[in-house]
Every structure is written in C-alpha cells, then in structure tokens.
C-alpha cells in the first residue's frame, strides 16, 4: 500500500526558532500538498509541488524526488504558525481523487 | 468571497437519523469531494465528483449519498446515522481532477449520539 510518513508528530519550538516538519513517501509521485490546519479550523493549502522548492513569507517546502522526501520549513517562528500542517501525495497517474494524507504534525510556537 | 461553503458547522444526531451537510462553491470548479477526519488519521475520501452529473465513491462510501445536479452545489447524505459516523466533515474543490491545489470548506463537525 502506497504510504505517506510525517515526522515529527508534535513539535514544540519557542518564538523566532526555525521548523522542519518532514514527508516522506513510498513511490513515485505526481504531485505533493502541505496543508495547514489551526486548532478547530479550516484546512487551508500551503503549497503544491513536484519538483525543486516553493516559497511564500516565512514558509519554504522542498522535494527531492529521488530519496521520496519533503520538507515544510518555517523561518521565524511565531504563536500564530501553531497549527497541524499535513502533506498528501499524489501517486504516480493519480488524480486529485488519489490524495494520500499522512496524519499530520502538530505545531506549537510559544512565545 | 470566493470560496468553499460548508453548512452546518455543528449538527447533534441520534443515530438513525438522516441529515445532509451542504457544500457549495463558487470558483467554477469542475472537481468536488467529501472528507471525514478522525483523530490519528489522515483525511479520508467519501464521495468525489469530476463535473455535474458525475459521482464516484471514495475510500470510506459506506452509509453516504451524493449528488451533483449543478457544479456549485455538492451535498452529502447520510442515510441513517451511525456512531462512527461521528466526525468532522470537510469538502474541498479544484479547478480539476488533475493535480491542483485543493480548496477546503471550513468543516462540519458531527457527533451521533
């Protein structure tokens, strides 16, 4: 069965730190989301990708196709990045209906 | 505002009970789909639909109806509430059912009693 790992589970990181929340997958991909989801709240898309880097403010993703792994990155940390953030893959031929999504890392960012 | 609508945010069941949660969208989007999201487990696919007229089941489609007679409007209907069927419920859309980024609905949080 096609899997998606997210490492950690939780994170807690004091204000102004850098994050690194891990994705990793088990075959080929067309595509991979990090979404992020605050306490309660809606799910929002942060970005998707298929290849190289993507950045937008404070947030950066990156993929490497050959070792099957992602990275959601946060520079700057603030209280209002404390959120789950979740990646989904899609797999190789797959259509949106072919999302996979691990369980998600919940962050917190104390000041 | 452009966007995902998802009614009602909150809904109290007893089980046998039947409800639809409603979903609609305005982005002209061709691709609509239903999640549950249960605590320790990745999002999990209901119903989809690639075009009005269009449904297709998803990974957990046991006790869930769809319809999609427009491309706004995408309902979900649970026939007879179940205890398991406590969860929080999410529709999302894109431009198409090729990779595309997803927009999601604020959620609709169930619990059957």
């Known amino acids: 069965k096609n899997e998606v790992e997210q490492s950690p589970q939780n994170l807690t990181a004091q204000e102004g730190e850098f994050i690194t929340i891990n994705c990793s997958y088990s075959?080929?991909?067309?595509?991979l989301h990090w979404l992020q989801q605050h306490p309660g709240g809606g799910i929002v898309s942060l970005f998707m990708?298929?290849?190289g880097k993507k950045k937008h403010g404070r947030l950066i993703a990156t993929i490497n196709i050959q070792e099957k792994h992602s990275s959601l990155h946060i520079t700057a940390s603030h209280p209002r990045d404390s959120a789950v953030y979740i990646c989904?893959?899609?797999?190789?031929?797959?259509?949106?209906?072919?999302?996979?999504f691990g369980k998600g890392t919940l962050l917190t960012v104390n000041p | 505002n452009a966007g995902v609508t998802q009614t009602p945010k909150f809904q109290v069941l007893k089980t046998g009970q039947s409800m639809t949660l409603q979903c609609a969208q305005d982005?002209?989007?061709?691709?609509m789909s239903w999640y549950r999201q249960d605590p320790g487990m990745g999002l999990r696919l209901i119903h989809y639909?690639?075009?009005?007229?269009?449904?297709d089941q998803g990974e957990v489609p046991n006790g869930y109806n769809v319809s999609r007679s427009t491309t706004e409007d995408f309902p979900l209907r649970l026939l007879s509430a179940a205890p398991s069927q406590t969860s929080v419920y999410f529709c999302?859309?894109?431009?198409?059912?090729?990779?595309?980024?997803?927009?999601f609905g604020a959620g609709s949080r169930l619990t059957v009693l």
């Open positions: 982005m002209n989007h061709e691709y």
């Open positions: 990708l298929s290849s």
């Open positions: 639909s690639v075009g009005a007229g269009i449904t």
């Open positions: 989904a893959v899609l797999f190789s031929g797959g259509s949106n209906y072919k999302l996979t």
């Open positions: 999302a859309s894109s431009y198409s059912s090729s990779p595309n980024v997803l927009t």
């Open positions: 075959v080929g991909i067309s595509a």
